[in-house]
C-alpha cells in the first residue's frame, strides 16, 4: 500500500474525476471552509477545469452550503447532505459551542435565543441574502445591542438549529439566508442510515484512514463511528501499515498518479485537517510551519503528496517558502499558473 498516493487520489488532488464543484463537495462528505476566500480554490483545485464562476453559480443556487457544522467549525456540504447531516451532527456541534461560550463567560438565555432568533429570521426572509452587519442593524432598530462575540454565537447557533445557512458567495463577507428557502428539504434519513452514508463518504474521500482519523473528523463518538463503519460491510477493509490499522474501500484508486507534480494547497485543506494524525504526508519536523496547536493551519506546497513549503497565495507573484533544499520556485510554475487561470474566472 502506498498510502501518499491514494490519499492523492481519493481527495481528488491527481487525476480528478469531477467537473462540476457540487460534485466535489457532494463527493467529499464536508469540506473545511474556515477561509472564505480559499475554500474557493480547495473546491475547485479538485476538479478537472477549475472555475471560481462554476464555484460561484453552484453556491448561490445552493447547491453548495457553507455553515458550522462538524466540531463547530465552518463546512461546506452539498444540497443532497444538508438535512441529514444536520440532524446527525447538530447535538454534538451545538455541545461543543455551549463549551466555547462558557469558557468565554457567554450564558444566552431560552428567552433571549427566541427573541433575537426571530429578529434573523425576520430579517433574513426580508433581504434574503444578508450579512452581518444587516443583522447588526435589525438588531439596532430594535435598541437591542451586542458584541460582535455574543452575536456569532446566536447565529451559529441558528444554523445548527437549521434555521439559517449561507446565502450568496461574496468576495469577503459571508452572508447568510434561510435554510428552508436555500435547500430543498429532503426526505429523513434514520441514525444508522445516517452513520453509514457519512462512513462511506469519509473512507471514499480520504482513504486510507483510521479509525481515530474518522472520529477527529466526523466530531462523533467513538461508537457512532464504529457503527457506521461496520454498517458499510465488506464495502471497507482494514491493512496494517508500520503498525497501524488504516481502512480502504474495496474500490480505491491506485492509478493516475503522476511524479513530479506541486499542488498548491489551501489553508485549512481537508487533506491535512481530514486527520487526526498527519505524518504520513506531513514530516514531524516540519509540522509547525504548517499548522500550529492552536487549529491555525497555513497554506502550503506539496511535491507527489508530501507537505515540503509554504506558500502566499494572496500576492501578485508565485512565493514559496521551501521546508528543505533542492526546490526551485519555477518548479511550482504549472501549479501557479493553474491557480491563476483560477482567479481569472472570479
Not at 469540506?31 to 476566500?37: K, N, V
Amino acid at each position: 500500500m502506498n498510502p501518499v498516493t491514494i490519499r492523492l487520489l481519493s481527495q481528488q488532488l491527481a487525476a480528478p474525476q469531477f467537473s462540476s464543484p457540487a460534485d466535489v463537495v457532494d463527493y467529499m462528505g464536508a469540506m473545511q471552509a474556515q477561509e472564505y476566500r480559499m475554500m474557493r480554490w480547495a473546491v475547485a483545485m479538485r476538479t478537472r477545469k477549475p472555475s471560481a464562476k462554476d464555484f460561484k453559480a453552484a453556491f448561490d443556487c445552493g447547491q453548495i452550503i457553507r455553515l458550522h457544522l462538524m466540531r463547530g467549525t465552518w463546512q461546506l456540504v452539498s444540497a443532497n447532505d444538508y438535512w441529514w447531516m444536520l440532524d446527525l451532527c447538530a447535538s454534538k456541534a451545538t455541545a461543543v459551542i455551549k463549551g466555547w461560550m462558557s469558557s468565554n463567560n457567554i450564558s444566552i438565555p431560552d428567552e433571549e435565543l427566541r427573541r433575537i432568533r426571530e429578529i434573523l429570521v425576520q430579517t433574513a426572509g426580508d433581504k434574503i441574502s444578508v450579512t452581518k452587519e444587516d443583522f447588526e442593524e435589525s438588531l439596532a432598530e430594535k435598541d437591542i445591542h451586542m458584541d460582535e462575540h455574543r452575536l456569532s454565537y446566536h447565529i451559529r447557533m441558528a444554523e445548527l438549529s437549521g434555521t439559517l445557512c449561507s446565502g450568496d458567495l461574496l468576495p469577503m463577507k459571508a452572508t447568510y439566508s434561510l435554510s428552508e428557502d436555500k435547500v430543498k428539504r429532503s426526505a429523513k434519513v434514520d441514525r444508522e442510515e445516517a452513520l453509514m452514508h457519512i462512513a462511506r463518504k469519509y473512507f471514499q474521500s480520504r482513504q486510507p484512514a483510521t479509525l481515530e482519523d474518522f472520529v477527529w473528523w466526523s466530531g462523533l463518538n467513538i461508537s457512532d463511528c464504529r457503527k457506521g463503519m461496520e454498517l458499510l460491510g465488506n464495502a471497507i477493509h482494514k491493512e496494517n501499515w508500520k503498525g497501524r490499522d488504516f481502512y480502504l474501500t474495496d474500490n480505491c484508486r491506485t492509478r493516475g498518479f503522476r511524479k513530479g507534480k506541486y499542488l498548491l494547497i489551501p489553508p485549512y485543506d481537508e487533506y491535512l485537517i481530514g486527520y487526526k494524525s498527519r505524518d504520513i504526508v506531513l514530516p514531524q519536523e516540519h509540522r509547525h510551519k504548517a499548522h500550529n496547536n492552536s487549529g491555525i493551519f497555513q497554506p502550503i506546497v506539496a511535491l507527489d503528496g508530501v507537505i515540503c513549503g509554504n506558500w502566499k497565495p494572496f500576492k501578485e507573484e508565485c512565493q514559496v517558502e521551501f521546508f528543505d533544499e533542492g526546490h526551485a520556485e519555477k518548479e511550482v510554475r504549472d501549479a501557479w499558473e493553474a491557480y491563476q487561470q483560477f482567479k481569472k474566472t472570479m
